[in-house]
């Protein structure tokens, strides 16, 4: 079954027969693939009134434990974004009453953000839809093909992330 990948190889190999297209097969498909999964997660969770960066700092949060607290610099790390851009996030997640940020008493520089109980019911009563919408996205591969396709972008990312 061709794609419009394809037709974009086709036309590159007619206009410069000279290059290696094997990288736009990938590198593209990778792109459109990651634009269409993430439309189809912003979707999910706008339909319950949040941003997908929200569910994605509730999420990690509730994963971090009974606490269901981090500090700041730890939660940054774990959402993959800069402390500035948490911030901000945090400061509009505090307005909606879904987490809430108070300095550490045993290090009064260190700033932690912990789940309300709003916050918490929230992310405990997405993670089942989540992950059926998930399976939904990826649902054109059988278990199998799913297997194989996370194991080859594992390998993938870790290389991109050790430099290439």
Excluded: C
Excluded at 55 to 68: F, N, P, Q, V
Excluded at 108 to 136: F, K, M
Excluded at 137 to 146: A, S
């Amino acid at each position: 079954m061709a794609d419009a990948v394809d037709g974009i190889i086709e036309r590159w190999g007619a206009v410069r027969p000279d290059l290696d297209t094997a990288p736009i097969g990938v590198v593209v498909r990778i792109f459109r693939t990651s634009r269409l999964l993430d439309q189809g997660l912003k979707d999910y969770f706008a339909a319950h009134g949040l941003e997908a960066w929200e569910y994605d700092i509730l999420a990690t949060l509730l994963r971090a434990g009974d606490s269901s607290t981090l500090r700041m610099s730890d939660l940054a790390g774990a959402a993959m974004i800069s402390p500035a851009a948490l911030t901000n996030r945090i400061d509009r997640m505090v307005a909606k009453g879904l987490v809430t940020r108070a300095t550490d008493p045993e290090n009064r520089r260190l700033v932690r953000t912990s789940l309300t109980d709003e916050g918490r019911r929230l992310a405990d009563g997405l993670i089942d839809g989540h992950i059926a919408n998930e399976l939904a996205l990826i649902g054109g591969l059988t278990p199998d093909e799913q297997a194989t396709l996370a194991a080859l972008l594992r390998k993938l990312l870790t290389s991109l992330e050790d430099g290439g």
